[in-house]
């Protein structure tokens, strides 16, 4: 897994450096809040989706589960604190041996804040 989509909080500080440190390649992040969001698509190379509780409409979260679940895509829940982003990506049932966690190889990574 390379890709990861975070859906929640405003700014997400240091997270996306922490993120990149395990393995994570390509970042996107979309805060959550704009309700428009519910008729968006999930991008297409998105591997797994990690939504930040803290601030998010629930309609968007029940939504974005709906359309992960149709496309196989893992989704991890935690609050927006490094100790629980980790702990829910280590304990998520779905993500598979293929996580950058597991695997020694890291390269190039990008971060980039999409907006809708």
């Known amino acids: 897994m390379d890709s990861l989509m975070i859906v929640g909080a405003d700014k997400l500080g240091s997270i996306p450096k922490r993120l990149q440190e395990l393995g994570f390649q390509d970042i996107s992040h979309v805060s959550g809040r704009k309700v428009k969001i519910v008729h968006k698509k999930i991008p297409d190379k998105v591997d797994l989706v990690l ?61 980039r804040e999409e907006s809708f």
């Open 51 to 111: 939504v930040l509780t803290d601030f998010i409409n629930h309609n968007i979260t029940d939504k974005l589960k709906q359309k992960a679940k149709e496309r196989n895509i893992p989704v991890c829940y935690a609050k927006r604190s490094w100790c629980s982003i980790y702990k829910a990506l280590t304990n998520c049932e779905q993500v598979c041996e293929s996580c950058p966690m597991v695997r020694e190889d890291t390269g190039a990574t990008t971060v």
